[in-house]
């Protein structure tokens, strides 16, 4: 039967903001025709192994260890051994709660972002996969409002354009993203110019996604939850709307987590934690327009993930333990449960991967 393999990101140890209770970094496969998740494997040993990236060959995982400052916070890199992953090495985080990492198009380098601290880092990726000792380090600075998760700089997230030659950093802190000039040969950042976009006071941007054309951007803001759609050329982003996530009669605390778009750009997803909902739209000449909410059948939906086929979007509930799968209408952009929900421990990441 078709397959892929997902992998799932978890906290294993408690948090100001979670009890963490799982063993580590769960592997399981994705039956294509269902929808049905079935466990493969647990790689145990690393520490709140919260976010993942692969390399584009598909040979290694990169994943953070999100502890405090004071808790060795480290960056881990690991080999894919059929449904096992290896070990290779860490290095440290060069800042607090590591808590987004990608992995640059070329596989020089791996980029990471530390919300506690408000840094990010670059590291070279080595022959083996292994991680070489940061090459930047960048320590954001500033305050975004009296509020008091922005009273500092909390680095979210890092997004590289298709060149791979700029870096986007949404602060929650500062009410900015971040733009940088990357440079992968040599690992290293340097500010853009204009080096930020400003949004207005309170959004808290949280994560960064182009549509497929890159014409436009969107900034998820985790404060207000809302998606402001930026114009986009040539590392320039222009705001041009901002729309909320939240249903209309909507009494929950704003708490947006992670947003998504179908690969021919006609829908964008974004989650809702407190309301326990993936928020649809509908994307055409730049304007987003609400489609309605799903709910996720779970508490916390923390991450989710449109699988390498298009078909499936698969939502982790951090809070009740489930990841949950659900079919995409390509014609209207509805999400359809499948009825197949896996039980995973505190899932942050979902990372499918098609082989």
């Not at 909390?154 to 986007?168: I, Y």
């Not at 609400?290 to 996720?296: E, K, R, S």
Request: hydrophobic share 35%; with cysteine; glycine share 10%.
């Amino acid at each position: 039967m078709p397959s892929q393999t997902v992998y799932i990101g978890t906290y294993t140890e408690k948090l100001p903001f979670v009890d963490g209770k799982a063993e580590g970094i769960y592997v399981y496969r994705l039956d294509t025709d269902s929808g049905e998740l079935t466990h493969l494997s647990t790689v145990t040993g690393p520490r709140n192994p919260s976010y993942l990236a692969i390399d584009s060959q598909k040979r290694f995982i990169y994943a953070e260890q999100e502890t405090e400052v004071d808790d060795d916070p480290r960056v881990h890199a690991y080999a894919i051994a059929g449904d096992e992953l290896q070990p290779l090495n860490s290095q440290p985080a060069h800042g607090g709660l590591p808590c987004h990492i990608i992995v640059d198009a070329t596989g020089k380098c791996v980029l990471s972002a530390n919300y506690e601290t408000g840094s990010i880092a670059v590291y070279p990726i080595q022959e083996d996969g292994s991680l070489g000792e940061a090459s930047t380090v960048i320590q954001h600075i500033g305050s975004g409002s009296s509020h008091e998760r922005q009273l500092g700089p909390h680095a979210h997230a890092v997004a590289l354009n298709a060149d791979n030659n700029r870096l986007f950093v949404p602060d929650l802190g500062l009410d900015q993203v971040r733009i940088y000039k990357f440079d992968s040969d040599i690992g290293n950042l340097t500010p853009s110019d204009p080096a930020f976009v400003k949004l207005y006071t309170g959004a808290g941007p949280r994560h960064f996604i182009f549509d497929p054309t890159e014409r436009y951007a969107f900034v998820l803001g985790e404060m207000d939850a809302t998606i402001t759609v930026c114009a986009h050329r040539d590392g320039l982003l222009n705001p041009l709307q901002t729309i909320s996530t939240l249903p209309p009669d909507s009494d929950v605390g704003p708490s947006c987590a992670e947003i998504a778009i179908t690969a021919d750009g006609r829908f964008v997803y974004a989650s809702n934690r407190g309301d326990d909902s993936i928020a649809r739209f509908s994307f055409v000449d730049g304007l987003l327009t609400a489609l309605g909410h799903t709910d996720t059948q779970g508490k916390t939906p923390r991450d989710f993930a449109i699988d390498p086929t298009g078909a499936f979007l698969i939502v982790g509930n951090q809070d009740s333990d489930t990841v949950v799968s659900f079919r995409i209408n390509g014609e209207s952009g509805d999400l359809e449960p499948t009825g197949h929900i896996a039980s995973v421990p505190n899932p942050v990441c979902i990372l499918p991967v098609e082989f």
